[in-house]
């Protein structure tokens, strides 16, 4: 529940600056400094307000699935069931979002500077930052899905279903 408090007031934290930065229009005061933008994070901004209130929404029915196990509703720990469920689907859903992340921070730079002896130590330091970002993101993954499915498998357990009303 602390960490669904917590989420929630990020949230609102969050919405009240998308709020007042949609005003600023980020996006627009970068791309008139002349900095490349890559696609997905012009899709981001573009998007900010509803990816927030997804976040927020999110966070709310966390907050209140929490709180229905804590007072050992049944659909409280079915409704964590599906929440330990859906977070260690999507660790590995977001694992192919590294690569693209990389090489939106590899588009940032012009293609001559990428060709001469700095820009060659930085596609260096990128190539290896990608691989120990996808190692460690596939590490923790597996970590996390043993986790959650230890955790849904002692809340399916009889003794444990049976505290639930």
């Not at 600023?24 to 927030?52: C, K, N, Y």
């Not at 590995?92 to 060709?115: G, T």
């Given at each position: 529940?602390?960490?669904?408090a917590?989420?929630?007031?990020?949230?609102l934290?969050?919405?009240?600056?998308?709020?007042?930065?949609?005003?600023l229009?980020?996006?627009?005061v970068?791309?008139?400094?002349?900095?490349?933008?890559?696609e997905?994070?012009?899709?981001i901004?573009?998007?900010?307000?509803?990816?927030?209130?997804?976040?927020l929404?999110?966070?709310?029915?966390?907050?209140?699935?929490?709180?229905?196990m804590?007072?050992?509703?049944?659909?409280?720990?079915?409704g964590?069931?599906?929440?330990?469920?859906?977070?260690?689907?999507?660790?590995?859903?977001?694992l192919p979002?590294?690569?693209?992340?990389?090489?939106?921070?590899?588009?940032?730079?012009?293609?001559?500077?990428?060709?001469?002896?700095e820009?060659?130590?930085?596609?260096?330091?990128?190539n290896?930052?990608l691989?120990?970002?996808?190692?460690?993101?596939?590490?923790?993954?597996?970590?996390f899905?043993?986790?959650?499915?230890?955790?849904?498998?002692?809340l399916?357990?009889?003794?444990?279903r049976?505290?639930?009303?």
């Amino acid at each position: 529940m602390v960490m669904a408090a917590l989420a929630i007031l990020w949230g609102l934290i969050q919405l009240v600056l998308v709020l007042a930065l949609s005003r600023l229009d980020m996006l627009d005061v970068m791309q008139s400094q002349g900095l490349p933008l890559p696609e997905a994070f012009q899709w981001i901004g573009r998007h900010a307000l509803s990816l927030t209130a997804l976040m927020l929404g999110v966070s709310i029915a966390f907050f209140l699935v929490s709180w229905a196990m804590f007072k050992r509703r049944e659909w409280g720990r079915l409704g964590f069931i599906v929440f330990l469920v859906l977070v260690a689907l999507l660790n590995f859903a977001s694992l192919p979002f590294i690569h693209s992340l990389f090489d939106s921070m590899r588009s940032m730079f012009p293609a001559e500077f990428l060709q001469s002896a700095e820009g060659m130590e930085l596609r260096a330091q990128l190539n290896s930052g990608l691989w120990m970002s996808l190692f460690t993101g596939a590490i923790t993954a597996i970590a996390f899905a043993g986790l959650h499915g230890w955790l849904v498998i002692k809340l399916q357990r009889p003794d444990v279903r049976a505290l639930f009303h």
